[in-house]
């Protein structure tokens, strides 16, 4: 049996539901700490009528907060967390429960690499918190807030919202509310980003601690040959695409050399009229090369917008009637053009920060 401590808020909500989902048994605790006076009756409320419409038994308990932190002379958030904390523990054992699940997720986890980061940490601080600490789990740490929010309306669930939460007088929310979309800002991938970072340091502090650490050990030996840091990572979690692409040869149209190889670090796209590099993964194969058609539509990679008529492409290029009716185009599986070999690729499969596997083409009309 699993306990999961609920607040209310979305992202307890969330983790409830997908508990119960998953077929456990399952019992719900929550905290009333007195501090926001009706608006802690109200969280109290709709997790009786959550918990009663799931059927999930719920165990309640009221704390004078304000009293524990005067009289231990600790901060009210600090007071709310031993309190709560000591009664989660005090709750499984009675309850004879495996786990205590809480509700912590990604963009909590990035806060708090945020805060211990200006606060002057080591590497410990800077990994965040564990998916695991003890009796502890936080199933949620590799969902997003925006992730947690889409699952609660495809459920069409809803939940409550802690004011306190909207307000930019702790440290923390200040993070949430202006230094991370100011970051985003600057840098749209920057939550990705510290994610990914925090990752990499848990696989360091292991080695660091006496553990191991395989993608670390895959590290050492790809990284020599060539290999990026997105496509070991994308190795050692399986996500790694090494086939050769199928194609088909129609040589009354001309004729393609396929190859892929891993993006390495210097990669620099093809700007050779006969020659194109794509992003793999957004390929469709087997290829088909065939000379152009009424009507065919493609979107110039550079130009912004809808798609744009062939025609009217070669048209501005100064192309003459006799070459266009030569031009042949590069199909994907579905009938997409991605490349019109001698001009340019598609938008739809050029390469960016995130490739990871190129496909190479050559055409040749001998």
């Keep these: 049996m699993k306990i999961v401590a609920l607040s209310g808020g979305a992202d307890s909500v969330c983790l409830l539901l997908k508990t119960i989902e998953k077929g456990e048994t399952v019992e719900a605790l929550h905290c009333n700490f007195h501090l926001r006076g009706d608006e802690s009756d109200r969280d109290e409320n709709f997790c009786r009528n959550l918990c009663e419409k799931y059927n999930v038994p719920l165990h309640v308990k009221h704390f004078d907060t304000n009293a524990y932190a005067k009289k231990h002379k600790v901060s009210i958030e600090?007071?709310?967390?031993?309190?709560?904390?000591?009664?989660?523990?005090?709750?499984r054992q009675k309850l004879n429960a495996e786990e205590i699940l809480v509700a912590h997720h990604?963009?909590?986890?990035?806060?708090?690499?945020?805060?211990?980061?200006?606060?002057?940490?080591?590497?410990?601080?800077?990994?965040?918190?564990?998916?695991?600490?003890?009796?502890?789990?936080?199933?949620?740490?590799?969902?997003?807030?925006?992730?947690?929010?889409d699952y609660l309306a495809l459920r069409k669930q809803d939940y409550i919202t802690d004011s306190t939460n909207l307000e930019t007088d702790a440290i923390r929310n200040k993070?949430?509310?202006?230094?991370?979309?100011?970051?985003?800002?600057?840098?749209?991938?920057?939550?990705?980003?510290?994610?990914?970072?925090m990752h990499f340091l848990q696989e360091a502090e292991s080695v660091v601690s006496g553990g191991q650490s395989t993608e670390l050990d895959i590290f050492k030996i790809l990284k020599p040959l060539g290999f990026t840091s997105?496509?070991?990572?994308?190795?050692?979690?399986?996500?790694?695409?090494?086939?050769?692409?199928?194609?088909?040869?129609?040589?009354?149209?001309?004729?393609?050399?396929?190859?892929?190889?891993?993006?390495?670090?210097?990669?620099?796209?093809?700007?050779?009229?006969?020659?194109?590099?794509?992003?793999?993964?957004?390929?469709?194969?087997?290829?088909?090369?065939?000379?152009?058609?009424?009507?065919?539509?493609?979107?110039?990679?550079?130009?912004?917008?809808?798609?744009?008529?062939?025609?009217?492409?070669?048209?501005?290029?100064?192309?003459?009637?006799?070459?266009?009716?030569?031009?042949?185009v590069v199909c994907d599986a579905n009938g997409e053009i991605i490349w019109l070999p001698g001009h340019r690729i598609s938008h739809n499969v050029a390469c960016s920060d995130n490739t990871i596997n190129i496909l190479e083409l050559r055409y040749s009309n001998i």
């Design 78 to 91: 600090m007071a709310a967390r031993e309190l709560r904390y000591a009664w989660f523990e005090e709750m």
């Design 106 to 149: 990604q963009d909590d986890n990035i806060e708090t690499m945020l805060m211990n980061l200006m606060r002057g940490t080591g590497i410990s601080g800077l990994t965040g918190m564990k998916h695991r600490n003890g009796y502890i789990v936080r199933p949620l740490l590799d969902m997003t807030r925006q992730e947690i929010l």
């Design 175 to 197: 993070i949430r509310l202006q230094l991370l979309p100011l970051m985003e800002e600057i840098f749209p991938t920057a939550r990705k980003n510290l994610a990914k970072t």
């Design 230 to 328: 997105k496509q070991i990572e994308a190795i050692a979690n399986g996500r790694w695409k090494a086939e050769r692409p199928k194609m088909s040869d129609v040589k009354e149209n001309g004729q393609l050399v396929v190859s892929s190889y891993p993006k390495s670090d210097d990669f620099k796209p093809s700007k050779e009229p006969f020659v194109a590099t794509l992003d793999a993964d957004k390929v469709v194969t087997p290829l088909v090369i065939r000379r152009i058609q009424q009507g065919d539509r493609f979107k110039p990679y550079g130009m912004k917008g809808c798609s744009k008529l062939i025609s009217d492409f070669l048209t501005d290029k100064k192309i003459d009637m006799d070459e266009r009716q030569e031009q042949c």
